[in-house]
């Protein structure tokens, strides 16, 4: 008996090295406002979640695997903070796994596309901005929301004296050949809802410039009928931290918007940042975004928040944020859904929409 102790005490001794080098590390935010808008018809007044940051749970782990060699993964889970809900379901965020070391991070799953990384409207791609606003309603993958997130891809991500690739290719969600049938009664080839890009980042003291191109397959199927067309994405974007004040701005364009032939948009945005003492900021933002579709007139849709954020520690960000998005005929983008008139009920969606959305909110935001 004594002897087997001994032995099991040996054998925890030579384990030990082997679990310290691994950790895994809790994260997340929390992001809660109180807010009041209006939208057409739709008072909202209550509590919202991700004026700043979308609110989410992680788990982060590497494990040193020897030469530089690291095993990393990511889990992370996204839920509105207002009623507790998940968003979604799994780890609808982030769940990836792979390698890292001196040459840069190979990693797969479901993944950030470069386009999220696309933030230069002076909030830091913040969900209050008008740039968030605008490309998540457009439908564009450069976005920092969903449309960046990516089922199936394998990424790299790499740094080198300042300069940061990344480079990104999704299998979509069709995998095997006999996925979905089209209009023509033909089945979906598994790369027919692929998706690719390419990010380049420069960063360097107070500037910053980036570009950023993706490509989206669509599917022409009898479910969502579209002309089956890629997605093509581009943009570019720079900023400069005077001190006193800090400038950014951006251009992305998008061709075939959803797969369907000639329906494009381009969204450009300016921002800036103003500091006031030593923990707070004043943030100004506008965006605006043109819509290009066939057989209709042109459309833009406006968009500007002001903002003011206060650190209170490290990890703790008081913020009152103001939107207001400028619709069109036939528009309905903002941060408070759209309820049309009872008398509207039935009339055609280009005939509605277009009115001002509004939103005031004084909000907290915790990291951990």
Known sequence: MQKKLIALAIAGLVSAPAFAQSNVTIYGVADAYVGFGKHGENDFRGVGGGGLSGSRVGFRGAEDLGNGL?????LEQGFNIDNGVEMGSGYQRQALVGLNGAFGTVALGRQYAPGYFFNHDGLAGAAVGPQSILSAYAGMSITPNSGARWNNSVTYTGSFSGLTARAIYSA????????YDSVGD???APS???AYGLG????NGPLKVSGVYQVVKFVDTAITPNDGKKQKEWGIGAGYDFGVVALNASYQSADNLGGWKDED??????????????????HLSYAQVKFDIPGDSDTKIKSYTLAYTHALSKRTTAYVAYNRTDNDKGEFAGLVPYSRKQSEAFL?????GGKNADLLGVGIRHTF
């Open 265 to 282: 948009a381009d969204l450009w945005t300016v921002g800036l940042g103003v500091p006031v003492g030593a923990a707070g900021n004043v």
């Open 186 to 188: 033909k089945f979906a």
């Open 192 to 194: 027919s809802d692929d």
């Open 200 to 203: 380049l980042e420069y960063a």
């Open 70 to 74: 690291k095993a990393v993964f990511v």
């Open 172 to 179: 979509g969600n069709i995998e095997n050949g006999n996925g």
């Open 348 to 352: 055609p969606t280009s005939d509605v």
